[in-house]
């Protein structure tokens, strides 16, 4: 049975949550100046209204472009992204999240600051990843969005992180039964090794049996010619990649790409 507030959150069955990615902000090596904040939010302000026009469930607002990532990130990280989304709050029409990479703190700050109702984030586990030794600290995390007055904010748990790998030999079902005795997650994201790389349904599946009463996400690499499956074994997909023109991480929202997809998706509910 679903949980009460996945419903009242996406009131669907199988919600797809596009991403928003920002373009290099300040502070970010491949920020341009030259075009300044208004550029970010112009560029961000056309892929919102493409997502929205293809018919997605709920938008998730991320610095993908910020490359490369920190897991502590800068107070100007989260001003400029509070920026934009505060010039977009007019133009949002369904649920939206938050994901500052990759730094859950600073995510759960600019969910507060702007009425996001979810964030996914890496909160869990420590890994050896691209970024250098990564840790996490997850009952700070906890009791952060207590701090900040959002009990009500939804933690999506990303338990395969993209470029990393954990530092025990651990399975991905021992990771994810453990993760939800001791952490309580309101769902669970199974990622493939990069933004844009498919997840493995044979992961979904473990993951899925396992805890089969926590939400689980398909996190990257849902395509035309996937999608079934991949929903098949999760309770919903967060999609970027695939809505992008020719189906490139680099490029904008193509509203066409989005509109083939979500029809799909409408068909297989």
């Known amino acids: 049975m679903k949980k009460s507030w996945f419903k009242e959150i996406f009131n669907t069955e199988k919600p797809i949550i596009a991403m928003c ?4 902000l300040p502070g970010d090596p491949y920020y341009d100046p030259v075009s300044g904040m208004d550029y970010v939010v112009e560029k961000a302000k056309k892929d919102l209204i493409n997502l929205q026009e293809g018919g997605v469930d709920a938008i998730m ?3 993908e472009f910020s490359l490369p990532y920190l897991t502590e990130v800068k107070p100007q990280t989260v001003a400029a992204m509070g920026r934009v989304i505060g010039e977009l709050l007019g133009n949002i029409h369904v649920p939206f999240g938050v994901n500052v990479l990759w730094d859950p703190i600073a995510s759960i700050d600019l969910a507060a600051a ?12 420590v890994y050896a990843s691209d970024f250098g030794l990564w840790n996490t600290n997850v009952g700070k995390v906890a009791r952060h969005k207590i701090e900040v007055g959002r009990k009500d904010l939804k933690l999506f748990f990303n338990i395969v992180p993209e470029a990393a790998k954990y530092l025990a ?3 991905i079902s021992e990771i994810a039964k453990t993760t939800v005795f001791n952490n309580r997650p309101d769902a669970l994201c199974v990622s493939g090794l990069t933004a844009g790389a498919e997840t493995d349904s044979q992961i979904l599946i473990k993951v899925k ?6 939400i689980v996400f398909s996190n990257t690499g849902c395509r035309l010619e996937n999608i079934e499956n991949q929903l098949k074994y999760s309770d919903g997909a967060i999609v970027g990649t695939t809505f992008k023109v020719d189906g490139v991480f680099e490029n904008p929202v193509d509203k066409d790409r989005v509109k083939t997809f979500m029809e799909k998706v409408k068909s297989i509910r």
């Open 169 to 171: 030999d651990r399975d």
């Open 21 to 24: 990615h920002f373009q290099p």
């Open 114 to 125: 702007t009425g996001a109702k979810f964030i996914r984030e890496i909160m869990s586990g």
């Open 61 to 63: 607002f991320s610095n």
């Open 209 to 214: 049996n396992i805890v089969p009463d926590t």
